[in-house]
């Protein structure tokens, strides 16, 4: 599986964005997809995650109301809509997708990352 993240950019405080991740394979519907983020400086962190139905979104503490995560089966591709921006939430975005069979806290795949930049 191959994962292409794509959406990032520069966007003033208050704004919003939609990342996109595109899976290659037949398999997508089958992961579990999560976002995570890794700013300037800063350890990789979870954003979020959607269970392979689309159902179980479950979001950092941080992101919660400003954030969504959703996906399209039918065309493999997970969305992070996020609105409201902060200048905190400026990273490098990465989608990752997990498979039936891996342990919840581990990833299999990972994309290559988008640039978000909010700026104050």
């Known amino acids: 599986v191959q994962l292409q993240a794509s959406g990032g950019g520069l966007v003033q405080a208050g704004g919003s964005l939609r990342l996109s991740c595109t899976a290659s394979?037949?398999?997508?519907?089958?992961?579990?997809m999560g976002w995570f983020r890794q700013a300037p400086g800063k350890e990789r962190e979870f954003v979020g995650t959607i269970a392979w139905s689309g159902g179980d979104p479950y979001y950092v503490n941080s992101v919660k109301g400003r954030f969504t995560i959703a996906r399209d089966n039918a065309k493999n591709t997970v969305y992070l809509q996020m609105n409201n921006l902060r200048s905190e939430d400026t990273a490098v975005y990465y989608c990752?997708?997990?498979?039936?069979?891996?342990?919840?806290?581990?990833?299999?795949?990972w994309g290559q990352g988008t640039q978000v930049t909010v700026s104050s």
């Open positions: 394979g037949r398999t997508f519907s089958t992961l579990t």
């Open positions: 990752a997708a997990r498979k039936r069979s891996t342990t919840v806290s581990q990833y299999d795949y």
